[in-house]
Every structure is written in structure tokens, then in C-alpha cells.
Nanobody, 129 residues
């Protein structure tokens, strides 16, 4: 069965850290670029960070650059998002997605509009004191 399953969300205080995981099954994982997206209440879904299928090139939204780190382990069919120095504005449902785009920047910037192959169901991250 083809699926992407996110985990690792939860409640954390401002300044804290979380590590999200995205486990893939049912498709050729290392054929796809993987991205993390988020959707806050009342806002559109946006790209957070994306990573290539092979050489590990990455893209980060300006809002998370220097705080979040994306990585992937093709042997485990898993992508991670390490989130440090969390802020209340990082509160959102975080989704992972798989697709094939010309660049990871294209995936993160335009992936919510079209072309994404698979989406997970999301995990909630709440940053609050």
C-alpha cells in the first residue's frame, strides 16, 4: 500500500526542538524528491523544506532557514525535519510529500499548486508556552 506517514509532532515551548519523520512505503522512494510543507490555521499550505532524491541538495523557506534541517535516509525510506528554535508562528500541520520537479526550489515553491505525486496526512506541531 502506497503511503507517506508523518510522525513526531506535538506541543513544544518557544525555543524548543522537535524532529519530524516521514516514512514512505509502496513506491520507489529514492526516485522522488521529498518535501515538508505546513498549513497554519486560516492560511494556505506552504513549502518549508525540500530535498533531492540523490545528491542531498536542499531548499529552505526564508522563514525557517538556519533553524530547520532536512535530511533523508534512502535505506530506511525516511525523511526527517529537525526543527530548532521553534516559534509560535511555526504552529501548523506539517505534511510530507513526494514528487519530481526540475529543482527542489520549484518543488517547495510551486508544489502545493500542482504536480505533487503523493501527500501524507500530516502531523500537528504546536509551539506555545
Amino acid at each position: 500500500q502506497l503511503q507517506l506517514v508523518e510522525s513526531g509532532g506535538g506541543l513544544v515551548q518557544p525555543g524548543g526542538s522537535l524532529r519530524l519523520s516521514c516514512a514512505a512505503s509502496g513506491f520507489t522512494f529514492d526516485y522522488y524528491q521529498i518535501g515538508w510543507f505546513r498549513q497554519a490555521p486560516g492560511k494556505e499550505r506552504e513549502g518549508v523544506s525540500c530535498i533531492t532524491s540523490s545528491d542531498g541538495s536542499t531548499y529552505y523557506a526564508d522563514s525557517v532557514k538556519g533553524r530547520f534541517t532536512i535530511s533523508r535516509d534512502n535505506a530506511k525510506n525516511t525523511v526527517y525535519l529537525q526543527m530548532n528554535s521553534l516559534k509560535p508562528e511555526d504552529t501548523a500541520v506539517y505534511y510530507c510529500a513526494a514528487g519530481r520537479y526540475s529543482t527542489v526550489q520549484t518543488m517547495c515553491v510551486f508544489g502545493t499548486r500542482s504536480g505533487m505525486t503523493y501527500w501524507g496526512k500530516g502531523t500537528l506541531v504546536t509551539v506555545s508556552s
